[in-house]
């Protein structure tokens, strides 16, 4: 055992409904606790993709579900999306989630000032960069994997039961049965959608295009376009010509939108559209044309058209829970690295740029409308 002072993580229930995904699989679990620096305390969860006792089994102290206020002042919560709704209370703890409030999302000064007023601390798992500025981990390839998959099995249904309510997304125990699926749809339609994946290069769009590979859609049928292509500036006539868009960018700061309202009551062999990024909220969304998220169980917006020709969109904001265990699994070991420096997380570099950009974030409140 070193001297190194213990970390205790909490790993809380997820209370979005249908997530099911875990920061920590207990795999990860086993790492840090063999490590010999950490203490890890799980909370019971039924939705959760790893039975309960996955983590027993591997030395972490099992609590119930929704503790996590109760939790020692020194456990560092983790979880990975939002907190209970309806929940205003301030947060004296500090937190490792995505907490999707240092873009300006909607209600972002709410989520902060819960922080300010407990006087915690945030560590945005978006925001845990490394040297290069790239993120340690991240769900993007399983998000634009599930979002393809999304997209496509979309436009099966508008061939094969035209009309009909598309119906709920289950999760999914494993990629090779989802696979399967789609290529079962697209075998009784005989013909094969254009899929255009906006972001192409990043992990989020080559998720993408990998589904949209092992679903059997040709080479020539995927539309593959990046920074390079969108250089000239939108909109772009290109997506009103493919039959599925899927949009996978990471946007950072205001650019002409991708798609207009008078586009897409024009002439168009657009069906679906899959915003996998979910900028929803962000006042530089570049598909105005929603501003809400969509559901597991509602998964579709029909969009407004002047033209008759049905237009789809998917707006969930967590998609790979579609396919839990290998999303949660991948995310889990990218992460890990990061989280063995958590003990000295007052030097390394990753924890304190993020303990930075939060108290940047904090400040900027004040000057913000």
Request: charged share 25%; aromatic share 8%; proline share 7%.
């Amino acid at each position: 055992m070193s001297s190194t002072p213990i970390t205790h993580l909490w790993l809380r229930e997820e209370t979005k409904p249908m997530e099911h995904r875990a920061a920590l699989s207990p795999g990860v679990c086993k790492t840090l606790l063999e490590n010999g620096n950490f203490k890890i305390t799980v909370e019971r969860d039924q939705e959760r993709i790893f039975a309960d006792s996955e983590y027993a089994d591997v030395g972490c102290t099992m609590v119930a579900g929704d503790s996590w206020r109760q939790a020692p002042a020194d456990a560092i919560i983790t979880g990975l999306k939002e907190l209970p709704e309806n929940d205003q209370t301030p947060l004296p703890h500090t937190h490792i989630m995505f907490a999707h409030c240092y873009k300006r999302q909607g209600g972002w000064k709410d989520v902060l000032s819960r922080f300010v007023e407990g006087k915690g601390l945030l560590y945005d798992l978006e925001f845990l960069q490394d040297d290069s500025g790239r993120r340690v981990a991240a769900f993007g390839f399983y998000a634009g994997f599930t979002g393809s998959a999304v997209g496509i099995d979309t436009w099966c249904h508008q061939q094969l039961h035209a009309g009909e309510k598309y119906p709920a997304i289950k999760p999914y125990p494993n990629e090779d049965v989802l696979i399967a699926e789609i290529k079962d749809k697209l075998a009784k339609i005989g013909k094969m959608p254009k899929v255009m994946v906006m972001g192409a290069l990043g992990r989020c769009g080559s998720g993408a295009v990998s589904f949209a590979r092992k679903a059997g859609i040709p080479e020539e049928n995927i539309i593959k376009w990046d920074m390079a292509e969108t250089a000239k500036g939108g909109p772009f006539q290109e997506i009103m010509d493919a039959d599925i868009f899927v949009n996978c960018i990471y946007l950072s700061s205001k650019i002409p939108p991708f798609v207009t309202q008078e586009q897409i009551d024009s002439d168009r062999q657009l069906s679906v559209i899959v915003d996998v990024s979910c900028d929803t909220t962000n006042p530089f969304n570049p598909i105005p044309i929603y501003n809400v998220n969509t559901t597991f169980d509602n998964a579709l917006l029909d969009i407004k058209s002047t033209n008759p020709k049905p237009l789809q969109l998917c707006s969930i904001d967590h998609l790979p829970t579609m396919l839990p265990r290998e999303a949660s699994n991948q995310f889990a070991l990218d992460l890990l690295p990061t989280l063995l420096q958590l003990p000295e997380r007052a030097s390394a570099p990753v924890w304190t740029r993020a303990e930075k950009l939060f108290h940047e974030k904090v400040a900027s409140m004040a000057t913000t409308d």
